[in-house]
């Protein structure tokens, strides 16, 4: 329950700080005096959108504060989630800065908005005059009859399910693309990939291919080179070797006479074995020199394949080659294996639906089952209420999709008399009408929703007499089992009320502010006179206020 509000610095209020009991409140004051501030003050500290034309001072900071007893109602888990320190009294404040900043705290943790007004959601419902309208939002409507229902859970179920859905339905529909896009390129893909397949791409093949058809093109060259150095070291008369060896006899003559000779003769023996193997390797190179026209033109054909495919792939190295076909054979694949995967998705899609029909049957039977219950406590509470004629025909059937909270089309029609033709409640009631269905409602979605605060806007706009009377009775049956705010005009709803406050203005100095006070019982006596019968207080507008608090 709202145990406390403080406001400071917002609209013409300069500082309020206000303490609030259990069972019903009743707020009355005179147009123009302020109650919708205070609405606007409650709804900043409960998530609302800041807006700076609402400071009072535009050079001082405003601060909104509410307390809220919540240890009765099951938010331990919604604090554990959003790791926010659980106290049997909560403080939620929200700052907005003259710069335009804007925070919000729960607990002195620091929140973003959206956490603010969740927990929000789960401490308060405010009515709103305007909110009357969702009566005839199909919506609402359906939340109404889940309530009733006890759906919560089956809804969260189906919400996943349909989240799962929608990502393969999403996931198959991609799929579906990429294989008409692929299938438009899978001939030319195969047909590039082919040629690079036949070919062999190794690292290091391009060098060793280009070597080899430089040995075989010029293998007169080569030879006649071998030859002429073959004949430069063996020549009879003057050749390297021939001539080294003369020149090592020399130098072992001498090595009698001497370390020193002996080491320069190990130096030529040295050479000599070098240039004799050099020869040797001249011999075998020669002999092994052999012209191959045909394998000679068979490495050309090859060296030629793999300098049109750079060309035609715009690169210069077998290794960018390499990539491409390897990029290539990934398409390629991925087309002839996408009929596998989309049969997969459509199979995952299959029993997902499924799952969603039977889910989605499930909450229609219970949306069913419970529309007697409904129409029966809606008529009952309506009688009272002063319209005993009234009737609602409400009708669950299945719709063709799925959405976001089952499978169905809700009919929600209303007759106000007997023999009238049902129509849309947007179409055929009045505004009073409208304002004692939305109460109607209200009550008993608390018996299933367990919101701690309810807080009514003149719900009894439209009505008067008797019936406000009876409004104010439902309200005050409402507050046996949650705190009840109504904000109202009428002396009859007001007199209901376990606390009376009153929203004033006060003139200080130049300046305008709005107070909120709680009443005493002789002040609520003349509070209700004024109600009753205008400023002007007269004697049986007193007696009149008197009988009604009684």
Known sequence: MLSNLSIKNYALIDQLNVAFNSGFTCITGETGAGKSILLGGLSLVLGKRADLSTLRDKDQKCIIEAEFGIDKYDLKSFFKTFDLDFEKLTIIRREIHPSGKSRAFINDTPVTLDVLSKLGNRLIDVHSQHQTLQLAD??????????????????????????????????????????????????????????LQEVTLETGIQEELESQFEQLNNVETITEELSKSHQILNDDQIG???????????????????????????RINSVFIELDDISSEL?????????????????????QRLYDLQKKHGVLEISELIAIREELSEKVGITENIEEQIREKESL??????????????????????IPNLKKQLIEKLTILGMPSVSFKIEVNASENFKTSGKDNLIFLFAANKGSNY????????????????????????????????????????????????????????????????????????????????????????????????????????????????????????????????
Request: no cysteine.
């Open 138 to 195: 199909n919506d609402f409507q359906l939340k109404m009859l889940d309530a009733l229902a006890e759906n919560q859970k089956l809804l969260i179920t189906y919400s996943i399910a349909l989240q799962a859905y929608n990502k393969t339905s999403v996931d198959l529909t991609e799929l579906v693309d990429i294989q008409n896009n692929a299938n438009k390129e899978l001939d030319y893909n195969s047909f590039l990939l082919s040629e």
């Open 349 to 370: 899609l299959k029993a997902q639906e499924q799952k969603l029909d039977s889910l989605a049957v499930k909450i229609r039977e219970r949306r069913r089952k419970i």
């Open 240 to 266: 390297v070797v021939t001539m080294l060896s003369q020149l090592k006899q020399i130098a072992g003559k001498l090595t009698e006479f001497g370390n020193g000779y002996s080491e320069l003769y190990e």
């Open 423 to 550: 129509g849309e409640l947007k179409k055929v009631a009045s505004g009073g009408e409208l304002s004692r269905i939305m109460l109607t409602i209200k009550s008993i979605l608390a018996k299933y929703e367990r919101l701690p605060t309810m807080m009514f806007d003149e719900i009894d706009s439209g009505v008067s007499g008797e019936i406000s009377n009876k409004m104010g009775d439902i309200m005050l049956e409402m507050s046996k089992t949650m705190q009840v705010f109504s904000i109202t005009h009428l002396p009859q709803v007001a007199s209901k009320g376990n606390q009376h406050y009153k929203v004033f203005k006060q003139e200080e100095a130049n300046a305008t502010k709005t107070q909120l006070r709680k009443l005493t019982n002789d002040e609520r006596i003349v509070e209700l006179a004024e109600m009753l019968g205008g400023k002007d207080l007269s004697d049986s507008a007193l007696a009149h206020a008197k009988q009604l608090l009684n």
């Open 283 to 303: 011999e075998s190179l020669q002999d092994n020199v052999e012209a191959n026209p045909q394998l000679l033109e068979e490495i050309n054909g090859k060296l």
